[in-house]
């Protein structure tokens, strides 16, 4: 079921503008920090300056007595505040996990990473209360310190807790087939070590908390930029002891969410407490430096693999290693190993899988997933190995890969590779080798000899490079979506879906008005809405999968109440009847009801008998259950140029096809693309988390920490293709962390080709001018050693 | 430093509005718009100017608001996002952004389009790769820049239009 | 993070400024004028000076004064002067353009000085360059009075001068090149905007058909910019050729040395001082056949 989105007249599949924007551009956003109370007191934390430090009771004297400071907390001080505990046990459950790393709220004791925080101040203005963390005595004795993941794992490696025996948080693994058998068969042996660095989220918006309890009801009521208020709240409920309707989680206006908001933070929690504790608001806002040390990160992986193939390039067998950083606690589990082990041999056809993970425990900030969760890496890993086969076997790039891929005659696809959840893997539709084809012919891939050797006589080195992903979308089990037509007339939509800048009301506003009179206008939101009892909030490119499916369920639902209770009052038959805007018509006749009036008599009256419905409303909940994934895939093709003199690497052209299913809001589906190329991009040759021996971060501004700007950004060509996921009634797959998953593989691949007379291998992300120099001065003198070798054999 | 400081009163326009505020000399000018002047749409991505979220017409010229101190504003004439379009009508930069899809999460976006607005205002003329070098001042992570500097280039044209018209 | 405490003054005249600083120097009080590097170390908190002193107020600051043979900048000229390659006299005015479009962002450069920028002395600092290359006179002033010092007496390293702390640098004065001089600028970096990883600002003019008054400098490779002494000699007297360029490259790599940090290794920086002074040295050679042609 492949072809062009959409119905003639629907909304689904038309590039609606976007309902976001008009307060956007003027100014009028209401994000965290916009949100003003009268009396509300500001926070600042004392965080660890050192990676690791044994650390003794706080001197808060001098501290408590600065101007304009209202409190002071330590651990201590917040325990009686949380009865249900002051630890945030949130990971994801796992039998591989060897012991529970769940952190603290403040740090007692001992700092397990720097930015930990440890003591909280709340004063009348952040000024202030940043005044008084200055003024606080603490000696941080500085303890041994895991700062590698590799060398953390080895025998006698200073623990990164003092507590634990050693730092292997999780030893497991992905195996299937004979892989012994695979590479004693092998015609071609190829193998790599790759590593790919640790890198940042950085939404333009921080994090931040706003907490206060209501006068009249005692409720705690909080504010966060977060992607998941569900999740603070079931936090913020047991570590309060309190019952849903004591606590209510809203989201603002998100300045960008990227993966890192999902998680629950400690800062959360604290801030809540001392609303709670000084009965008036309280507002902590995250400043940048605090981005950069205290919100989790993700990325770092050391990866040693071997494939084996044919002769004729057909994949045998993949085996061997990983080791993931996990950062100091537990913030979320395994997911993000998981991930890339389990996306590794997706797209090809692997008979036989044979890997081991090692979770690492570092003292470095938390890692959980950030845009890609883990698909960046095993993309990059499984791509660089798939140019070292062509190479091995003698094909072009494109070819082998041709060779491998999953065919669409083979959808569905059952992989001998497990969900987290213990699910078999089913890939659900797509034309992989179509896909890859498309962006061959859209750069003229076989044509770019012709433009390199053109290239190279002008002295410019140019390269070209591919990557094949696939993304795994919609994760479940469920979004709760309600609908329903109000007094007014209008729609309201109620979701626990949380929008982080993406444009998800309005693709929820053209699914729901699809089937209620097609005017998106009509429809109002609550998104991330802690009053609806079961909800996940935005994370793993789920939401136009799992709440688009509830939206159109429920307003299905809705549409036949409308029609009945229409049918009824019009007194004519409901197949007589077409929904326009908020007007319910005769298509041949003059009747006709408007949405207010509908929604009034639904209601009911006192002693009178329900308008045509046994229920009473035009209302509907559903949560529609997705327990498989559906799976987006695509293939990057990168140009670039490379300055040998200096290794510095400028991208010429960005091409990528790729297929999400039915698109929603095609318009804002490149936007998602281009935001995640751009992202790649910087994964490719910019973003690194630099850290010294002692684990001490020394890129904590963006003088320091390189995002790419436009002057970086090339024009990218995104080519759609559609095919609908079974898996939906819409047929749509997620899209938001696509355009960031292949582009440090294509990249590599292309900084290799244009290095290839050198034999320069890329073999590690984001690829600095400075390392990718060292590597061609090293490959010239090995060049030179040969041809001496060379001219004295002659 | 325990030691109180005086705050100062400072008199300016804003939008074309006179305003006088009482703040401490330390606080930068951004927090000067946003907290005592309640306009919030200036936004503060990273206090060390480097992201240009805070980007204001300061005297005409676009300057990070995070690296000036509100006392240094005073008697200033200063422009912010609110005062870009007039009551209802956006200006044509506004609707080039949502034409152009140039914002997801929208918190660059005063940033950007103040940035924008003085890098016109001071060169109408402006080439496409003036404007676009222009553009990497301000960092943004949902839109990856392109259909920002589409809006930018395509208003910079119509103004020449409408400039030629006229 | 919000800068800590601290007294805001403004004085309107220079005595003023200098009379505040000479009260406030031993705590610490500093001139404020651009601030676009100052106001950042103080909201990390990395600089807490207790008293700024605001010479943004003060007349005639900004002034540019432009005689036959010199060129002097007053305290307040900002980078953005120099968008209009126009502002001063060729080839000064063009070079200077040319070196201003690599300084930073737009709105950083509508607000960053020129003095403000040798004041600071970041061994990145296209200015420092400028201004070592082209032997500035840098006026220092204080309360008791006046020095002017050659950049080889003024820089000492990275973020550090001769400067005292009651000495405020009010100008500075650059020798205007001979009309017809040959010079290329060429700055390497791995983002627009970003502080240099290693430039080369090369000035020569063409006497006879061979170099004579060569001048080079290099910046972001050693604790602060600085002439290239060998570099230049080996450029005086011989035709501009690529082999030229390449000898003089040669022994700036050997002359330098190079800062090494955390992300960037002294050996990197030397062979980038070669590339980025051969570059420079192209650059300049064919401003001498288009102005031939």
Known sequence: ?794 | MTETIAKTEISFTVNGRPRTVTVEPRKTLADTLREDCGLTGTHVGCEHGVCGACTVLVDGKAVRSCLMFGAQADGAEIRTVEGLAEGEALAPLQEAFIRNHALQCGFCTPGFLMLITGALDENPDIRDEELTEILSSNLCRCTGYRNIIRAAIETAETLRRSRGAA | MKPAPFAYHKPQSLDEALALLSEGAEEGALILAGGQSLVPMMALRVAYPPALIDINGIAGLDAVEVSGTRVRLGATVRHAAFHDPGFLPEPLGPMLHAVAENIAHYPIRQRGTFCGSLAHADPSSEWCLVASVLDAEIELRSAGGERRLRPADYFEGPMMTLREPDEMLVGVTLARPAPGTCWGFYEFNRRAGDFALGMALVLYEIEDGVIANARLGLGGIEEHPRRIATAEAVLNGRAPDEAVFAEAAEAAMAEVEPMSDATTSADYRRDLAGTVLRRALAAASRRTTHEAA
């Not at chain 1, 044994?54 to 917040?78: F, K, Q, R, S």
């Not at chain 1, 009036?597 to 419905?613: K, S």
């Not at chain 1, 293939?635 to 929603?664: F, K, N, P, Q």
Request: charged share 20%; net charge negative; proline share 6%.
């Open chain 1, 1 to 794: 079921m492949s072809g062009a989105t959409g119905v003639p007249g629907s909304l689904v599949g038309a590039s609606v503008g976007r309902r976001e924007d008009g307060p956007l551009v003027r100014g009028k956003g209401r994000f965290l920090d916009d949100l003003g109370v009268p009396g509300c007191l500001h926070v600042a934390f004392l965080r660890s300056p050192v990676a690791h430090a044994a650390i003794g009771v706080p001197d808060l004297t001098e501290a408590a007595a600065m101007p304009g400071v209202v409190a002071v907390y330590t651990a201590a001080d917040l325990a009686p505040l949380l009865p249900g505990g002051d630890r945030l046990a949130v990971a994801l459950p796992s039998s591989a996990i060897a012991f529970a790393l769940d952190r603290p709220i403040l740090a007692s004791g001992e700092t397990v990473y720097v930015g930990e925080p440890v003591v909280m101040i709340v004063a009348e203005s952040r000024a202030a209360a940043e005044d008084a963390a200055d003024a606080v005595w603490l000696d941080f004795d500085p303890l041994p310190v895991a700062a590698d993941p590799v060398t953390a794992l080895e025998e006698g490696a200073a623990p990164a807790h003092s507590g634990l025996p050693h730092n292997r948080l999780a030893e497991f693994g992905f195996d299937y087939g004979d892989c012994d058998a695979a590479f004693a068969a092998a015609a071609h042996r190829v193998t790599g070590t790759f590593t790919v660095d640790r890198g940042g989220s950085h939404s333009m918006e921080g994090r931040g908390v706003l907490a206060r309890t209501d006068a009249l009801t005692g409720r705690l009521e909080v504010w966060s930029s977060t992607q998941t208020p569900h999740a603070l709240k079931k936090s913020l409920c047991t570590l309060f002891e309190r019952e849903d309707a004591a606590v209510s989680v809203q989201a603002p206006d998100l300045g960008g969410g990227f993966g890192p908001k999902l998680v629950t933070y400690p800062e959360e929690i604290a801030v809540a407490a001392a609303a709670v504790d000084l009965g008036c608001p309280v507002k902590w806002v995250e400043d940048r430096r605090e981005h950069f040390t205290s919100t989790t990160q993700e990325r770092e992986q050391h990866w040693s693999m071997e494939m084996a193939l044919d002769e004729d390039g057909a994949i045998l067998g993949l085996r061997g290693s990983m080791v993931h950083d996990h950062g100091a606690w537990t913030a979320r589990g395994l997911n993000v190993p998981y991930a890339s082990g389990m996306m590794l041999p997706l797209i090809y056809r692997v008979p036989a899988y044979d890997l081991k993970i090692a979770v690492a425990v570092t003292n470095k900030t938390p890692v959980t997933p950030v845009r890609g969760a883990g698909q960046p890496q095993a993309t990059f890993v499984m791509e660089r190995l798939m140019d070292r086969a062509a190479e091995a076997c003698g094909l072009d790039r494109a070819e082998i890969r041709l060779r491998n891929l999953v065919a669409p005659e083979e959808m569905p696809c059952a992989k001998e590779l497990k969900l987290r959840s213990g699910r078999p893997v089913m890939l659900d539709s797509g034309d992989y080798p179509g896909t890859q084809k498309s962006a061959m012919a859209a750069t003229g891939w076989h044509g770019f000899a012709a433009r390199r050797a053109a290239a190279l006589a002008e002295g410019r080195r140019l390269g070209i490079g591919m990557a094949n992903y696939i993304e795994g979308t919609g994760r479940g089990p469920y979004e709760t979506v309600t609908v329903r037509i109000l007094r007014s007339g209008r729609i309201h939509v109620a979701t626990g879906a949380a929008a982080m800048g993406q444009g998800l009301a309005t693709a929820l506003a053209q699914i729901v008005a699809d089937h209620l009179g097609r005017d998106p206008a009509l429809v109002d939101f609550s998104l991330g809405d802690t009053a609806e009892p079961y909800g996940f909030g935005g994370f793993n490119s789920r939401q136009t999968v799992v709440a688009g499916a509830s939206a159109d369920a429920a307003a299905k639902v809705v549409r036949t109440r409308v029609l009945r209770v229409a049918a009824h009052l019009l007194e004519v038959d409901e197949d007589e009847l077409e929904i326009d805007g908020g007007l319910v018509r005769q298509r041949n006749g003059n009747r006709s009801i408007d949405f207010a009036r509908l929604a009034r008599e639904a209601e009911g009256l006192p002693g009178y008998d329900l308008p045509g419905i046994e229920t009473p409303g035009l209302m509907a909940t559903e949560r529609v259950v997705i327990d498989d994934m559906a799976y987006s895939n695509g293939c990057c093709v990168a140009e670039v140029e490379v300055d040998a003199e200096t290794g510095l690497v400028r991208i010429g052209t960005l091409h990528l096809s790729h297929d999400c299913g039915r698109m929603v809001n095609p318009a804002m589906v490149d936007g998602q693309i281009l935001g995640g190329l751009a992202h790649g991009l910087g994964n490719a040759l910019y973003e690194k988390m630099v850290y010294d021996d002692e684990a001490q971060p020394l890129s904590v501004t963006f003088a320091d920490y390189l995002l790419v700007t436009s002057a970086e950004m090339p024009e990218a060509d995104i080519l759609h293709r559609e095919t609908y996921s079974p898996l939906n009634a819409l047929g749509v797959k997620g899209v938001g962390e696509s355009g960031v998953i292949p582009v440090a593989a294509a990249v590599a691949s292309a900084i290799e080709n244009a290095l290839s007379d050198l034999g320069v291998r890329v073999d590690f992300a984001p690829v600095s001018p400075q390392a990718l120099r060292a590597r061609i001065v090293a490959a010239g003198q090995r060049g030179q050693a040969n041809g001496q070798e060379q001219g004295a054999q002659s």
